[in-house]
């Protein structure tokens, strides 16, 4: 398949992605100035966040894989039917 | 441009929803068993639901000139009753016969548990057994890799299943290519918070090919949207991609992996 050039690209998406990450940027804000603890998940967004800085253009790929459960044995029992999207909440 | 919706939960729908689909091109909708958001209370919900799915909806669908299919199976968010699993698989095959229906799905892993993956496994067993396709969900979120990795052993260790008969659906950046090499289909959802954005599944298609890809909306009764398709289309227009490959990913490649069922024709029968 045709893939666009840089400059298409940015005619198409930059505004989008900087709409997003300021959005991304006032969600850190938010839990800062907020009372509390911060929980696994505060933990495995900012692992996700240094992603962005790597090399190579598969950035989402390793930004999945730091929110992912990297284990590999199946567990006991599910306790719940959901996901929360973080790995480490013990569910 | 004509197209197919091959992962959809109509029984969760609106009348008006089949309207939009028509309106928008669909000519056929892909219908996999699936959890109703409550845990049916016995297999006597389920024989209903099977029911539901192969008289009831394929007439609600040809009020549009839509064709209706299929799938059957209990849903891993209710595989931790083992009894349970075993009476509602001891129905199954009483409808394996009707006429829309394309396969055993959408079976696979929830919490990635020790029921869940028995539980796949005699969903696996079911199908191998009957000559079935299969259609997997893998996990959401954070337990996708690892239901994904499981899956994908599974399906490995039965040496009847052929994998080019398996779809595994809901695959994202991280696990798209580990189902690609095992030589199955992999489908990409495009749901509004979680799964694939349209963008996203482009860039998949443009990384990965679209030898054994589609795209499909797996609206339901969450936050989801059933014209998530024909929207990824104009997106790929919007990218300059020619007619023909928006084609091929939403109506030949559907057709392609779907025709291995002979009971799959997109004329009326």
Known sequence: MKRMTRRQVLDLYFLDARHKLIEIAAFLDRVGRASGREDFRARAFRRALRELNGRG??????????FSDLTTEPIPKATATGACGAAGGGG | MEYIEPHAHMVSRVTDDYERLALAGCVAVCEPAFWAGFDRGGPEGFHDYFRQLTEHE???AARFGLRHFCWLCLNPKEAEDLTLAAEVLALIPQFLERPNVLGIGEIGLNKNSRNELRVLEMHVDLAARHNQLILVHTPHLEDKLK??????????NDRRIRPE????????????????????????????ETKCSPARAIDILETFGTERLWLNSACDWGVSDPLAVPKAALEMRRRGHRLADIERVLYHNPRRFLSQCPKFRLSAP
């Open chain 2, 165 to 192: 008969r398996v779809i595994i659906d809901h695959v994202e950046e991280h696990t798209v290519k580990l189902v690609l090499d095992r030589g199955h289909w992999a489908g990409m959802t495009l749901y509004p």
């Open chain 2, 58 to 60: 394929p007439k609600r």
């Open chain 2, 147 to 156: 239901g994904t990795r499981l899956i994908l052993d599974v399906l490995k």
């Open chain 1, 57 to 66: 253009n598969d950035r989402a790929r390793r930004v999945l894989l730091a």
